[in-house]
């Protein structure tokens, strides 16, 4: 991915958090005193160095930085990550995040969460996050099944698979989280995978540069549960066949020497070949686009006809609810001058004894 | 507007009669102005300086079709030369402006009571509306009160002949003829309420000008048509010196969390979804961003409790407004602040359940859900507000308490408490106590977990603080490390040093004191807003020379230390509870005290009369 064609650098540009100067961290700094427990070749522990890496990266002090999750697998991360965190609910991590970042908004807010608990039980509070664009960073770790509670389907688990309550294979249609995310309102929609490690470096640093909400979607492996799930494109040989690099403001290409191409067709795509029908028919990827139809159209693409895309599929501005919930408490003081407690208490239709 | 004397003066009529309290009822259609009414009518009330207590009672649908039962709006207001406690049982006096607010409230209206109709609204299909077959004016069914039909519509309109308005605005100021009609009834002054009129339509000086006339319009009518055989007056009450405003539970509860945020140096964070009848206080608390104040109208109550609970987390003092089912569906989240440690305010405004049951109507069958209602061994501190006045010191109790202690609240109000006012001696800012926050910055030696000594309460650090990064969460924790442990004795251990650190809170709240004597025969024991009713009977109770002791319980958990030695000074103690018992049976489990209950569960308040009835035929078993 060309981190330069990540368009406006909406990065931070008044600094560091709560006006910090800007510090200088190693991944070390970002580890915990605490023992890592998940299974031994869990896709978590890619992530959480890429955690580590991006925190180090951003140049924010520790104590700046807060780790919120809800329950699962993916929600033991805060554990790990040696700044502020709390490990909340199955599904309200972004609820309790709102809370946090609107009394603080000067902090980097982060959410690990997980298919199960981001979009099962957590669903109604994972689109409101979105919608209301809170400055949080959501990560989530799709691994289309239930690990901590050992192996049942979850609402990404494909139609017809067997785990371990679907012995029959599941009668349900899953979520395409890309597409719940855009469905949403959401400022910022990305996807990649556990052992992209340089891909998924760089789209978590994107999604910490996004001023609102980003959503990350990483393809996680649970080889306990739901081993090679992703198999179709995680590996070396698939990869290029498989998944669709995007890059803002480029063709959207692929296979190994990127001899291939997606062109519209309908309200469809399909794939050309660009070796002989050149350029200028393959669509340009524009992740700024105001509008999402294209991002969604995107999000749909994947096996068994598609590869599947990766990257940023969208990354607009919006205001920021908890900007513009301080914004608002600034105007009424600015209005109104700060309240007088007495004056208020006293006020309306009083008497005299 | 005319400038002449607008206070007029019974110089000879009917006699005047001295009274020392009364109750009126406003009662009319949804769209005949009756909160107004009764609004300005308390306000005057006021103004003299009676002692009052109010209750709107208006319907649960938003518009109901006009004139049916459903869409019929009370406001009623007791007003008093001396202390009191409680809207009033039986009103004194009715007025109905249509047939179906006589059909819902006559029932209620006092043997001989006064009874004010609006004739002009009492034709065949009004009637029908109602579900009235005959006449109710004509068919000899309203014997028993003294029944005064006014053409209050006609007049009304007369009286306003001359203005510009159209005939439906004229129509609609024909609550505040009936209003002026009142004035006269109790000799009150009409300058109050024509001052709040030129406020209140201050770029409309047509309603100004309508309102007023209609008003005096009233007044006149009974000066000069002599309806009433006799007026009355209530002499000013001898209330404690102050300044007072009359205030409702909701608003109380706004400006005490309000007040709390401001002397504890905190931004304050309300999350809440609405719900009756505790929506109010979101919208109040919404106008007070200028006192540092975020309100949060979330996806559902489970995010409103999340939100509330990681601004705390934050720094800021989290608090959530809610009814019975949003307290259930907040329950996790209460949990979590339970290990977490932190703390959060939920307020349940309780109403009759279970399930929407009742929405709009009031009871305290939530006692045992905020108590016991989460899983695995969740102590929390419970308060009671017990007027409407009070539910500013319990929110501000309230919050005292998680801030101080850091442990999640839950602050049990009701419906009556939320929608009922009563005047609120006001306090100065300079005596309220200032809060202390606990927050910890420096990191030597600084363990998540570790414990004030007297309270154990664990250190406030705000996420930002230097060197001091932790993670809390719902895992059990390793007492002071924090880190997650599955050790079987640190669990004990926890669970116990949880519910001591809520025990211990019981050292910094005020004993409990009994009213009347401290030993003997019968106490009274309440809780929450059976207050005045309480107060009341037993104060009459007293007058007719029966004399019982009356306590009342504010701090639900922990209870005041004293609790079990006052109740085991007396022979027998009688529980009033709006709920199927839920206090008896938790005194009988704690203090084996052999309670007895008196339960009512209608959606209504006691009345005065129902708990003296009640202490008699105890004191007669």
Redesign the interface.
């Known amino acids: 991915m060309n981190h330069d064609d990540d368009g406006k650098d909406n990065g931070r540009e008044q600094g560091t958090p709560?006006g910090g100067t800007a510090v200088q961290l190693t991944r070390k700094d970002f580890e915990?005193d605490?023992e890592v427990r998940w299974c031994p070749g869990c896709g978590d522990y890619a992530i959480l160095r890429a955690f580590h890496v991006m925190f180090a990266k951003l140049g924010i002090?520790?104590?700046?930085i807060?780790v919120?999750?809800g329950?699962g697998c993916s929600s033991r991360l805060?554990?790990y990550v040696?700044?502020?965190?709390?490990?909340?609910?199955h599904g309200?991590a972004?609820?309790?995040?709102?809370?946090?970042?609107?009394?603080?908004p000067?902090?980097s807010v982060w959410i690990a969460t997980g298919d199960g608990d981001g979009l099962s039980i957590g669903g109604?509070?994972l689109i409101?996050v979105l919608r209301r664009n809170v400055d949080v960073k959501i990560v989530l770790f799709n691994n289309r099944i239930y690990g901590l509670t050992k192996g049942q389907y979850s609402p990404t688990s494909e139609q017809g698979k067997k785990t371990k309550s679907t012995p029959f294979g599941s009668a349900e249609n899953p979520f395409n989280p890309l597409s719940v995310a855009l469905g949403a309102e959401a400022t910022f929609v990305a996807r990649t995978v556990d052992v992209f490690t340089q891909h998924l470096l760089a789209v978590l640093e994107a999604a910490a540069a996004h001023r609102g909400a980003a959503f990350v979607e990483v393809y996680q492996n649970c080889n306990i549960f739901n081993d090679g799930a992703f198999d179709f494109m995680r590996g070396k040989e698939v990869r290029d066949e498989n998944t669709l690099d995007l890059q803002h403001g480029k063709p959207i290409l692929f296979g190994k020497q990127l001899e291939k191409g997606l062109r519209l067709r309908g309200t469809g795509v399909e794939v050309v070949n660009v070796q002989e029908t050149g350029l200028d028919d393959v669509l340009v990827h524009d992740a700024h686009a105001e509008d999402p139809t294209l991002a969604f159209l995107l999000s749909r693409l994947g096996p068994p006809e598609l590869p599947t895309p990766i990257g940023i599929l969208r990354s607009v501005e919006r205001p920021v609810l908890d900007q513009s919930?301080h914004e608002?408490?600034n105007e009424?003081?600015a209005?109104?001058?700060?309240?007088n407690?007495?004056a208020?208490?006293?006020?309306?239709?009083?008497?005299?004894? | 507007m005319t400038t002449k004397q607008i206070t007029p003066k019974p110089a000879s009529g009917p006699r005047v009669e001295r009274l020392s309290r009364v109750v009126v009822r406003f009662a009319g259609d949804s769209g005949d102005g009756m909160q107004i009414t009764g609004d300005r009518f308390t306000?005057t009330a006021?103004?003299i300086?009676n002692d009052l207590s109010t209750l709107p009672d208006f319907p649960a649908e938003i518009r109901a079709p006009a004139g049916t039962l459903p869409g019929v709006s009370a406001f009623q207001i007791h007003f008093s030369s001396e202390d009191i406690s409680t809207p009033g049982d039986e009103p004194d006096v009715l007025v109905a402006m249509n047939p179906a607010a006589l059909k819902v409230n006559i029932r209620d209206l006092k043997p001989n009571g006064w009874l004010i109709v609006n004739a002009d609204a009492f034709g065949p299909k009004d009637l029908e509306k109602a579900g009235y077959e005959t006449n109710p004016l004509e068919d000899h069914s309203l014997d028993a009160y003294r029944i005064l039909p006014v053409e209050i519509e006609k007049l009304t309109k007369e009286a306003l002949k001359e203005t510009k308005l159209t005939a439906k605005e004229k129509e609609r100021c024909k609550n505040f003829f009936a209003l002026g009609l009142m004035y006269y009834l109790y000799n009150r002054p009409l300058d109050n309420t024509v001052t709040?009129l030129g406020r209140k339509f201050k770029d409309k000086p047509a309603f100004i000008e309508a309102n007023t006339l209609a008003l005096k319009a009233g007044y006149t009518f009974g000066e000069a048509t002599e309806i009433f055989q006799v007026t009355y007056e209530v002499p000013?009450a001898k209330?404690?010196?102050?300044?007072?405003?009359?205030?409702n539970g909701n608003s109380a509860l706004s400006?005490g969390f309000?007040?709390a945020a401001?002397q504890a140096g905190l931004?304050l964070?309300l999350?809440s979804y609405p719900i009756t009848p505790a929506s109010d206080v979101l919208h109040e608390l919404s106008g007070?961003?200028?006192?540092?104040?975020?309100t949060?109208q979330?996806?559902?109550e489970?995010?409103?409790?999340?939100?509330?609970?990681?601004?705390?987390?934050?720094?800021?003092l989290?608090i959530c407004t809610t009814s019975g089912p949003g307290l259930a569906l907040k329950s996790?989240?209460i949990g979590?602040a339970v290990m977490?440690e932190l703390p959060l305010v939920v307020v349940d405004i309780q109403r009759a359940g279970p399930s929407t049951g009742m929405p709009t109507k009031t009871e305290q069958a939530d006692l045992l859900q905020a108590l016991f209602g989460r899983h695995g061994e969740s102590p929390v501190v419970v308060l009671a507000a017990c007027t409407p006045a009070d539910c500013f010191w319990m929110a501000f109790e309230a919050a005292r308490l998680a801030i101080t202690h850091m442990v999640p609240v839950i602050l049990l109000s009701d419906g009556y408490l939320a929608n009922g006012s009563d005047p609120w001696l006001?306090?100065?800012?300079s005596d309220l106590p200032r809060i202390v926050p606990g927050f910890r910055t420096d990191p030597q030696g600084f363990e998540p977990y570790m414990r004030d000594p007297a309270t154990l309460a664990r250190p406030w650090v705000?996420?930002?603080?230097?060197?001091?990064?932790?993670?809390?969460?719902?895992?059990e924790k390793w007492d002071g490390s924090g880190?997650?442990s599955y050790d079987p004795e640190n669990h004990e251990h926890m669970v116990h040093v949880r519910a001591e650190k809520v025990a211990r809170i019981a050292h910094d709240i005020a004993p409990l004191q009994v009213q009347g004597p401290q030993s003997g025969d019968l106490l009274v024991l309440g809780w929450g807003s059976t207050y005045g009713a309480i107060t009341s009977a037993v104060a009459d109770l007293a007058a007719e020379g029966i004399v019982v002791s009356q306590t009342h319980l504010r701090h639900m958990n922990p209870l005041p230390k004293n609790l079990g030695e006052v109740l085991h000074r007396f022979r027998r103690v009688l529980v009033p509870e709006l709920n199927s018992g839920q206090l008896a049976l938790l005194l009988r489990g704690r203090f084996l005290v052999d309670a007895i209950s008196y339960s009512k569960v209608q959606g209504q308040p006691f009345k005065r009369r129902e708990i003296m009835e009640r202490i008699r035929k105890v004191l007669e078993s």
């Open positions: 709560n915990s605490q002090p520790r104590e700046q807060v919120v999750s329950i805060p554990y040696d700044t502020y965190g709390f490990h909340t609910i309200r972004p609820a309790v995040a709102t809370g946090i970042k609107v009394a603080n000067g902090l109604n509070h409101h919930m608002q408490v009424v003081v209005r109104k001058g700060p309240g407690l007495e208020l208490l006293h006020s309306g239709d009083t008497w005299t004894v | 306000a006021a103004a300086g709040w000013p209330l404690p010196p102050g300044k007072y405003r009359n205030i400006l309000v007040a401001q931004p964070f999350g007070y961003k200028n006192f540092n104040v975020f949060f979330a996806e559902d489970i995010a409103a409790a999340g939100a509330a609970l990681g601004a705390s987390f934050a720094g800021s989290g996790e989240t979590l977490a006001l306090p100065k800012v705000r996420p930002g603080t230097p060197g001091m990064q932790h993670r809390i969460g719902g895992l880190n997650v």
